[in-house]
């Protein structure tokens, strides 16, 4: 894979653990088992590629509808990976990020994430962010608030000032949006950021979505010509 034009931020929605678990006649668990681990060889395929920014899309506001044993799951689930992979990430110089509202959290959840945060927040090579009790428009209007709050006068409320009040403040915005399962939608993710996104769709199932999946998916990104908005001229 040619290292010219490799994109700097690279979102995902992960899609597909249930689907993945059902045509194996297995449990919704063991699919969410399995997308952790791909979710691991992600990380160290961006960390090798010299990618900068990761974001996986790991649990959206919408998600507390599921059934709640699901839902306890994912948190211990989280947990465990993160408590067994701080090392990993300390040595491979990954930072971790969480957007979303972690107060709304289990108490052990916010516990465990703050540490690896606090323990992490040194590290250059990698920042990988957690999309976690996440959602795109509840952040738009938490930035709006932000903003009222400091009493900014209209002329003063610009693009600039308002991705300052974002969970992503400060850094670029996803240059690919990869989505899963085959699923063709957004899905309250990063609405502000994928402006000018470009979007890769795949049928494969998040928990067999391989390290040569995402190279394709950056293969697909670099012939493309990203013009945001400018007719004919490549940026």
């Known amino acids: 894979m040619a290292n010219m034009n490799l994109p700097r931020h690279v979102a995902v929605i992960m899609d597909g653990n249930g689907r993945w678990a059902k045509a194996r006649n297995l449990s919704r668990s063991d699919g969410h088992k399995a997308g952790a681990e791909a979710a691991k060889a992600i990380v160290v395929r961006c960390r090798e590629l010299g990618i900068p920014y990761l974001t996986l899309y790991t649990f959206s506001k919408e998600n507390w509808s599921r059934p709640k044993e699901e839902v306890s799951f994912l948190f211990d689930l989280l947990i465990r990976f993160l408590n067994r992979e701080l090392d990993t990430l300390l040595a491979q110089s990954v930072r971790l990020q969480v957007l979303g509202e972690l107060d709304d959290l289990p108490f052990g959840v ?70 899963t399962s085959g699923e063709l939608r957004l899905s309250n993710y990063l609405l502000f950021q994928a402006a000018y996104s470009e979007f890769y769709f795949t049928d494969v199932h998040w928990p067999d979505f391989t390290p040569a999946h995402l190279e394709d998916a950056i293969l697909d990104y670099q012939q493309r010509q990203r013009r945001f908005g400018k007719t004919g001229e490549q940026l």
């Open 110 to 179: 916010r516990q465990v994430v703050h540490r690896v945060c606090e323990k992490t927040q040194g590290e250059k090579a990698l920042t990988l962010n957690l999309a976690l009790n996440y959602s795109g428009r509840a952040e738009i209007l938490r930035a709006c608030r932000r903003l009222a709050a400091k009493g900014l006068p209209p002329e003063e409320i610009t693009e600039e000032a308002f991705q300052r009040e974002l969970y992503t403040a400060g850094q670029p915005d996803p240059d690919i949006i990869i989505r």
